[in-house]
């Protein structure tokens, strides 16, 4: 099966920005469950140190 051109870039049109986005939002996303899980873990020691 041979893909003309024009079908190359309707599909990269209709695929490629959705996965950008999708892989832009997780790297955003990770970073801050990163800092959640760093918060957590700073008030979990805190709890600690108070009893």
Known sequence: MEIEFSQ????LGNF????VIAIYLLIRF???IEN???A???LQIIMKNKN
């Open 8 to 11: 190359m870039v309707t599909l």
């Open 40 to 42: 957590i873990l700073q």
């Open 30 to 32: 990770e970073k801050r």
């Open 36 to 38: 959640l899980t760093d």
């Open 16 to 19: 490629g920005f959705p996965v």
